[in-house]
């Protein structure tokens, strides 16, 4: 194996790396030859951003889970039983959050470390750039194994020279618990060391090992000799770099924002964008601060003649001078049950669904600490669709997808913690004619807000009436290999890496007429 290939296994994680602090600080450590580096990591903006984080790993856990062998096996099998490539996909990422929630719940996972597991996974490879060599989650994950040695066993090639990284995370509730942390953290290191066969063993009879691999997992077993040293107490430098943002448009030839949430999706990451000149995909920082805020886009919508559901909107300013007054002017106008929604988040955050007095006020009271603006929307008895968005001035839309939600709607634990008890059903079971109304509406959605590049557009459909309603569009929907948007693509017959191909032309297509190119 050739250092190219190993570059080529890493997986594009740098999106999770947007809101936090690295401190790295160097060890000297016996044993001797050995490079030792501790990295900190702070988030910043802890309670807003904390489940945005969480999201961004949580639809990485495929990857960590499976090699690019076992995905590619346990797809084919799936196809091989007359699923469609976008339903195979969403299968092997819904066994494959299954395996990591282990039936455990999200607070006893953030307890377990297991998450810090999952950050360390993508930390080696986009710092370290180096590709597992052998993939622990099962062990991490499970009860029933026994656990030793360092949670990350990674590979790559430098300077034709081969290199064994072994990572730990522990996590720690304490900014002051750093010298602790890094201490557990290297004993289970050394562990490694002392222990490397029996633990290789452990891994050898699971899934997680990519055919290529092999010959490096043998050849493992002769690097390490095992070590009785003790860690000695070592001083540490801080090497962390200052940034300078003006570097970028000598390193960036394109940009895909993909992240969630505020400072991408509303339009602040793109503003950025437009100021270094540098081209991206996906749509403007208009058409993102528009759909970003349901309020506005409702407005939006409104006026260029589309459907969409009865709602109230609601200003802190308001709830703070007469809350009792605000409910009533709710339950006057939508009637219970009736959703309450923070008008600029995203991933369902902070959504809750009222059917009296004192739920609607607590519901209010949760939306408001995410925004000081909330959207009140009339309860409809309904499917919730989806379609996808390709284009510029002449957007085309994908198939529509429909969402089965595991619980009474599709909320944040619903689309991200329920062990894939929620499905995508691809394409949906609906007449014809409301397929091409729904594509008809989200190509008008999309010129009214003046979208560019991609974008999910989602829907209700009355199940009494049959009437379809638009609910929003996402500018920044999801990507990973079991995400609703490439999927929906996929059955429309536009393949994955075709999908991506197309944003960049068409990024690269916007910024060349900004510059009359």
Not at 142 to 159: P, T, V
Not at 213 to 232: H, T
Not at 333 to 355: C, E
Request: glycine share 6%; proline share 3%; charged share 30%.
């Amino acid at each position: 194996m050739k250092e190219k290939d190993i570059l080529k296994r890493l997986v594009k994680n740098d999106a999770l790396f947007r809101n936090i602090h690295i401190i790295t600080q160097n060890y000297d450590i016996i044993p001797k030859d050995k490079n030792h580096m501790g990295a900190y990591i702070e988030f910043q903006d802890l309670n807003e951003l904390r489940e945005e984080f969480l999201e961004e790993l949580i639809d990485s856990i495929v990857d960590w889970i499976y090699s690019s062998d076992k995905f590619a096996e346990l797809k084919q099998k799936a196809m091989d039983k007359g699923k469609s490539d976008a339903a195979a996909t969403q299968e092997v990422g819904r066994k494959a959050r299954q395996k990591f929630r282990a039936d455990h719940n999200t607070d006893e996972l953030l307890i377990q470390g297991q998450f810090g597991e999952l950050l360390l996974f993508h930390f080696i490879q986009r710092f370290m750039q180096a590709t597992p060599l052998l993939r622990k989650m099962k062990i991490a994950t499970s009860s029933e194994h026994e656990r030793f040695g360092a949670d990350a066993i990674h590979y790559k090639i430098q300077d034709v020279k081969n290199i064994i990284i072994l990572g730990e995370a522990k996590t720690y509730s304490s900014n002051y618990k750093f010298a602790t942390a890094f201490s557990d953290a290297l004993n289970s290191i050394i562990n490694t060391y002392k222990e490397h066969r029996r633990e290789l063993n452990l891994y050898v009879h699971e899934d997680f090992l990519d055919n290529e691999m092999n010959q490096v997992a043998e050849d493992y077993l002769k690097i390490f000799k095992g070590s009785e040293d003790a860690i000695e107490d070592g001083s540490w430098i801080n090497d962390a770099q200052p940034f300078n943002p003006g570097d970028l448009k000598s390193v960036i030839d394109f940009a895909l924002p993909i992240m969630h949430g505020p400072y991408c999706e509303d339009g602040r990451i793109q503003g950025f964008f437009e100021m270094m000149d540098i081209p991206y995909g996906g749509c403007g920082v208009l058409a993102s601060a528009v759909a970003m805020d349901k309020l506005l886009a409702r407005d939006v919508f409104i006026r260029n003649g589309l459907p969409v559901c009865r709602h109230v909107g609601v200003s802190r300013s308001d709830y703070d001078d007469d809350s009792e007054a605000v409910a009533k002017q709710i339950e006057e106008t939508l009637g219970y049950p009736a959703f309450v929604k923070p008008a600029n988040m995203g991933s369902s955050v902070g959504i809750s669904k009222a059917h009296d007095r004192a739920s609607l006020l607590e519901a209010l009271a949760l939306a408001f600490k995410f925004d000081k603006r909330i959207i009140v929307e009339e309860y409809i008895n309904c499917r919730e669709l989806e379609t996808g968005i390709l284009g510029n001035e002449r957007p085309e839309a994908a198939v529509v997808g429909e969402i089965l939600p595991s619980a009474d709607f599709y909320d944040y634990t619903a689309k991200y913690l329920d062990g894939g008890a929620s499905k995508l059903c691809i394409p949906a079971q609906i007449p014809e004619e409301t397929s091409r109304l729904i594509k008809e509406y989200a190509c008008k959605a999309y010129a009214a807000i003046d979208g560019e590049g991609f974008a999910r557009v989602d829907f209700f459909i009355d199940k009494d009436t049959g009437k379809v309603y638009l609910n929003e569009i996402n500018t920044i929907p999801g990507f990973t290999k079991f995400s609703m948007f490439p999927l929906l693509w996929e059955e429309a017959g536009v393949k994955y890496p075709d999908t991506i191909e197309r944003i960049i032309e068409l990024g690269y297509e916007r910024h060349n007429a900004k510059n009359n190119r």
